[in-house]
Nanobody, 116 residues
Framework: QVQLVESGGGLVQPGGSLRLSCAASGSIITIYTMGWYHQAPGKQRELVATITRGGITDYGDSAKGRFTITRDNRKNTMYLQMSSLQPGDTAVYYC??????????WGPGTQVTVSS
């Protein structure tokens, strides 16, 4: 089993930045692909970005050029650096892990609100 806990969410003004963290514990997290998803009110959960155990990344269209996903396998932690945030980025952000697709284990989520 894998346990995931997100942190770093909050309120930020349009154009601002936030860094989310996902701390993993339990089974060897390094074997898993990890990812970030978000879910806005009334909408389906969407993929934001993924990163393989070897560091290969992929991004959803809304994240390309603005967000960066990284992971530190020594610390069992994954990050999402978000910049140029817009109100449309407001959502609950979830950390996930799995193999080959990061959708087997989920964190409880962290709220990100972009508003002036």
């Amino acid at each position: 089993q894998v346990q995931l806990v997100e942190s770093g969410g909050g309120l930020v003004q349009p154009g601002g930045s936030l860094r989310l963290s996902c701390a993993a514990s339990g089974s060897i997290i390094t074997i898993y692909t990890m990812g970030w998803y978000h879910q806005a009110p009334g909408k389906q959960r969407e993929l934001v970005a993924t990163i393989t155990r070897g560091g290969i990344t992929d991004y959803g269209d809304s994240a390309k050029g603005r967000f960066t996903i990284t992971r530190d396998n020594r610390k069992n932690t994954m990050y999402l650096q978000m910049s140029s945030l817009q109100p449309g980025d407001t959502a609950v952000y979830y950390c996930a892990a799995g193999h080959p697709v990061p959708n087997d284990y989920w964190g409880p989520g962290t709220q990100v609100t972009v508003s002036s």
